[in-house]
């Protein structure tokens, strides 16, 4: 994860401490129930050791654990023995996954001069773990095609949508060329995917030091941010097509699962890719001549960055083993005593491209911490209503192995009874950055109240708050956060495990994360380890005690609610201001294409062009038209209704010390409600990747990591194909008049339930 | 110059080429007096020779001519003997000014380790001038302090207001050490002046690779970018206060003139500063710690950018010789033949800091060019009816030297007889860029739709307005330029020889300047030579001839209307903007201190602050109150009123064929009209700094080149002296009510004259 998102809200400023605990502490809570939670989560907050987390973190980043490896299955015994000895019911879940593993890499440049590219990371003297090279996985870009291909070089930024349209107004076309981009501005596996949609032969991803190096601060093993010579492995899966094992989509991959043959996963790069350090880019891009890039383009080399194509000339060869391997999901259950079949799910990944100890061991030791404590409650007695289950991840690095061929596999039972799920991955010092569905917004800006920041002596939830304030630019938002509502939440995108669950069957999930504080430039590298995660991150666990406290309480009081503490009215708010906001989107667009259509008429851009420099004269292009956006205008208003009227009935529910909420039989509206977000889903999927069910989020198919909401329209739109984003406006609005649909279904259960 | 301005405006749009030759060709002419000019000037500039200007920057720039150095006189003397043999009576005008020139400079880092600045500029091979070191001024920052210190080292960025505003707020003080700031940003000058308010002992000022090196672009001699070696000379004269000698301030530097002691100069620097490149401050400043740079600061060379101050201790030396020395100012004549006491005055500087074919010859060598034709419609017979001067400045370098001791010396024959002053500097490729007085923007805007643009088919002023469309933010101004409006031209502020004539005497000035196109980094360099100039600049002298065609143009329309073309109504305009401006701009920061103090008082700042870092709590601020802008209001109403009256009487005198302006007798209104410049300029001046005279326009006191309209009211702002910001807005609302009164008078002379 690496932008902050945002977060949750109550009272706040001087009120937080002042008041006397409310009288139904928690919503769907009856007063005493409520009362019987909030003692037992202090409890369990109160246990939660750094210490601990500290000690899982340092044995499980020992050792490179790669996906697949020995030493991943050693990692994965060891964590199973822990859940069994904490109490828990745990087991190990097999899946066989496509693994390629690098076999040939070769960066060659040809011309204009000789130079070989290092493709390795050096040992650091002080940093112990930096000098495990025979076990570690060389620096590599999984997924890759193989190839041996020789062009010439041609630098495109980013390499996303948005610098290839400046190439072409440039005249640049880098078909039969390689590709060099840098590290940032979007998803890794659309840099090469894109670069192979406009013909290219090769791609080389690096990190600049503007983004990922000097530029940003002293590197490592001075200071924390990447040296000359690290360089981010990771995966260039299509994963905005499907994650998990490209040969066994929408299925789990298991030993005997029906498989598609090589040549036909359509996610698997198409072209060689290979990753660099800027160490060994740096030759590379001084040998580029043509056009100087344009300003957004240069980094913090120091050179004249210049486009190309040529007359650097490279060969590259990037050759894998493409096998077939085993990955091992740990499993660990508490049986839910009151819903068993109300399903609450914890996950965090274990597997790490080297050794990992800030990515993903800074937020699984977390969760491991949790898994020990709520043992510990158990063996005293308590019992959650409903089940708990902790997830271990195995290949998440490769493309969300595990927990995609998991929540694949399970996809029926999943859907019947899964009611969240809860997820982090790296973590960090700072503040709590929160991504999720925003039918939890209001449920987790709860939570986040009730945890204690460790640098500051106020609730994770008003720091937050407070650090929104200082950041926000709109004025508006401000004034929501100075008068209590909730803070918002962001849209999940991909990226990490929640991707299933979410995005494929319609779960509600959060993803819990907390930085903005230690920064630094390990990312995918030899050096994300113990000594430097000890030295540069979160050094004392302190905000891993903090995750684990803010996870486990979620976890906790979402398996013990009286009534699933779903809201929908920061929900419809939310799709309200998305459509509001993709209205406006479409109408400045309609406006600036309109001033350059004109300004082409006027002849501007021929007049005000340098002849000294080549012009590519631009086409007027159609200005996006009006669409209808009722039905998505109708299905707001349909939930904002419906939302109104449940937040009534489930006021009347709470009202008094919510004794009504204790009395009733609530299992019906349970049961309704733990559909709620599945109405989101449709079957079809979104235009194109049918995998991708949600009709409010998705990764963006041209950002990768972050989230586009409303996807299918926005997609559309991006596309410029308007008769498919009418459609998605309707496929958007169906799902919203469904959710309205059963939001009343579920206002009229619950009246019943309390009379 | 460094910045694009703006300009001028008629027609467009393929309405230029289609119309018939207007009844009244320009404002201020009859039918008959504007066809005999139209003629004239269509000759003028078919006579115009790249090859001319070419050879004139050939020869000037063939040697280092420093003002007041052996190599400057005999180029005087060539360029008195050319505007001779052109037929001008000419001569040299001597003054006596303070020329420091350097002894010894060293800069030497003490610590951690030892290195010593190299403060030279290597020869390059293909570039013959290069090498003519015994004659180039070493690298220097004329009217630095003598001194030797030696202290730490803290890293300023660019040195300005806002800069040091941010160490503050960081906690870290300069007191008692040496700053390094890069070049850019604002004036140099005001680096050092800063840098020694605040308690620094010396200053070390670099051109960073990002704002002028291989950032930008190939750097010398394959491209057109400051090299590694190369230093960026110029003075550190305080400008702001007053321009020119320092010794004789006010009045002109003759030989026999009062001077003021050197220790009474008040714009002479009091620490010593010293200019390097980036070659020299790469260890320097690799080798200072603290806090990271924030990101606005850090600049492209291959570290990571810290504030310092220190552990890096730095030793600096500067040593001048004091002495008194001549400079020769050329001034050249041709008598007007009906208003000999009229005068249309041009001027551009021909001293360098070294070969200078960029700055200033580009610019010179068009208007010795312009002199040369002038000349020779001269031996045609043609007589202009106002008086033409033509100035070639010396020592403009150093603090505008000659230009404002000539300005001085003259100042109350130049207060009756100026009508206009007409300034150059270097040039370039590209679009016409022009600043100056608002009566004079209707004026140039017709000139540059008479000019055509060398690269394209279309006027320069076309290409200009066509830029606007492309480039400006604003839909409202551009639907004006679609609809012919004016082309804005900027406000003036210092920089180059126009500032006596506008700041100080308040004679309407214009500044044209082509550019946009050719960029580069060789200013105040050895590189700025021939070699350079003929590979990266206006290669083939096409925006010389430009240049010398409009300023050219511009001076003969005007010394030859029959009626002075002063238009009023622009001015009352763009003062109505300033004014709008102005208030909106205290309204923002009202809105943002406001904010500011409340996030203070809510804790923000505490509660975001990360422990690891050093926190230096916020300080409410008083908002600024709102002020009485009534007589700026009042002042901005009377001259619109009496604008419109005025273009009222004009049209009726341009009436049919403009008759009634032949038969006339204009002597009265031309008389009034004159002085209009002046009514803008109080003999009080502005808060702090009396030379300055104008009451709307001067450069800014924390910019340094770049003008800040209304002056006096924005110091006040800035320095938050509201009590002074009150009587500088009375100041200048009186000032647009001297003028108002005065168009009013034109206005009746006008009218009575055309009866």
Not at 118 to 135: F, G, M, N, R, Y
Not at 242 to 259: E, F, H, S, V
Not at 308 to 337: F, N, Y
């Amino acid at each position: 994860m690496r932008f902050l998102r945002l977060l949750l809200g109550l009272s706040l400023l001087g009120g937080l401490a002042a008041a006397e605990p409310p009288q139904v502490p928690f919503p769907g809570y009856s007063a005493v129930s409520g009362q019987a939670e909030q003692a037992r989560e202090t409890q369990f907050r109160s246990m939660i050791s750094a210490e601990k987390i500290r000690s899982y973190d340092e044995y499980l980043a020992a050792y490179p654990h790669n996906a697949g490896t020995a030493q991943d299955r050693k990692n994965v015994e060891w964590i199973l023995s822990k859940f069994k000895q904490f109490g828990w019911d745990a087991h190990i879940e097999t899946f066989y996954v496509l693994l390629p593993w690098p076999k040939q890499r070769l960066v060659e440049m040809v011309e204009p001069a000789v130079f070989r590219a290092k493709l390795e990371e050096p040992t650091i003297a002080v940093d112990p773990t930096s000098s495990q090279h025979s076990q570690q996985l060389p620096t590599y870009n999984m997924y890759s095609a193989d190839g041996d291909v020789t062009a010439p070089l041609v630098y495109v930024n980013y390499g996303m949508k948005s610098d290839y349209e400046e190439l072409e107004r440039l005249g640049i076309s880098v078909k039969g060329d390689i590709v060099i981009a840098r590290y940032g501005g979007g998803w890794r596996g659309l840099k090469s995917k894109l670069a192979a949609q406009h013909g290219a032969v090769g791609c080389l991803i690096y990190s600049d030091p503007h983004d990922d190096g000097y530029w940003q601060g002293n590197v490592y093993p001075e200071g924390a941010w990447r040296p000359r010579g690290g360089v981010q492995r990771g995966s260039v899966m299509d994963m905005l097509l499907y994650p998990g094992d490209p040969l066994t989509p929408g299925i789990g991959a298991t030993k005997n699962a029906k498989r598609l043959a090589l040549q036909n996963a359509k996610t698997i790069e198409t072209i060689p890719v290979l990753p660099m350090s800027y160490g060994d880019a740096q030759p590379l891009l001084a040998a580029i001549a043509g056009p100087v890039a344009p300003q957004g383009w240069r980094g913090a080399l120091p050179i004249t960055y210049h486009i190309g194509p040529g007359p650097a000339k490279v060969h590259l060869i990037v050759k894998s083993s493409w096998d077939v391997r085993p990955i091992w999901d740990v499993i660990a259950r508490i049986p839910g005593a009151i819903y068993p079949d109300q399903w609450v799910i914890r996950g965090n990944h274990q597997d790490a491209w080297v050794n990992g100890a800030q990515d993903p061991l800074s937020g699984f030791s977390a969760e491991l911490e949790e898994a020990r404590n709520l043992g510990k409650l158990m063996r005293q007695g308590w019992r959650p209503k409903r089940t708990i289950i902790y997830c271990a991840w195995d290949g998440e690095e490769e493309g969300l192995l595990g927990s995609t061929e998991w929540a694949e596999e399970h996809a029926e039972e999943l859907r019947q009874h899964a009611a969240i799920y809860v997820n982090s991955d790296d973590n960090a010092r700072g503040f709590l950055d929160v991504g999720g569905s925003h039918t939890l917004q209001k449920f987790i800006d709860g939570v986040a109240g009730s945890v204690q920041d460790p640098e500051k002596n106020m609730p994770v939830e008003s720091r937050l708050r407070l650090y929104l304030i200082q950041h926000s630019s709109s004025a508006e938002y401000r004034t929501a956060l100075r008068h209590g509502a909730d803070v918002r939440i962001g849209a999940l995108g991909s990226g990490s495990d929640y991707s299933s669950f979410i995005d494929h069957l319609g779960i509600a999930s959060l993803d819990l994360t907390f930085g903005g504080e230690s920064g630094g430039g390990i990312y995918h590298s030899i050096y994300d380890d113990f000594y430097w995660y000890t030295h540069f991150g979160d050094q004392h666990f302190a905000y891993g005690k903090a995750l684990a406290q803010t996870a486990g309480t979620a976890v906790m009081r979402f398996a013990g609610a009286d009534l699933l503490p779903y809201d929908f009215s920061d929900l419809a708010t939310t799709v309200e201001r998305y459509v509001s906001q993709l209205k406006n989107g479409l109408a400045n667009e309609r406006t600036q294409e309109q001033e350059q259509n004109m300004e082409i008429k006027e002849g501007v851009f021929t007049a005000t062009a340098d002849p000294e420099q080549s012009f590519i004269p631009r086409m007027a292009q159609a200005p996006p038209p009006y669409l209808d956006f009722a039905p998505l205008e109708n299905g707001v208003a349909a939930l904002k209704q419906s939302a109104q009227e449940y937040a009534k009935a489930f006021a009347a529910a709470e009202a008094g010390d919510g004794a009504s909420l204790a009395r009733a039989s609530l299992e019906k509206v349970n049961t309704t409600l733990i559909q709620s977000e599945r109405m989101l889903t449709s079957p079809q999927g979104l235009p194109g990747r049918p995998w991708y069910q949600h009709e409010l989020y998705a990764p963006g198919l041209f950002t990768g990591y972050a989230a586009k909401a409303l996807p299918g329209v926005q997609q559309e739109i991006e596309l410029k194909d308007w008769k498919m984003a009418d459609q998605q406006i309707q496929a958007a609005g169906d799902a919203l008049e469904r959710e309205a649909q059963l939001v009343r279904a579920a206002t009229t259960q619950l009246e019943q339930a309390i009379q």
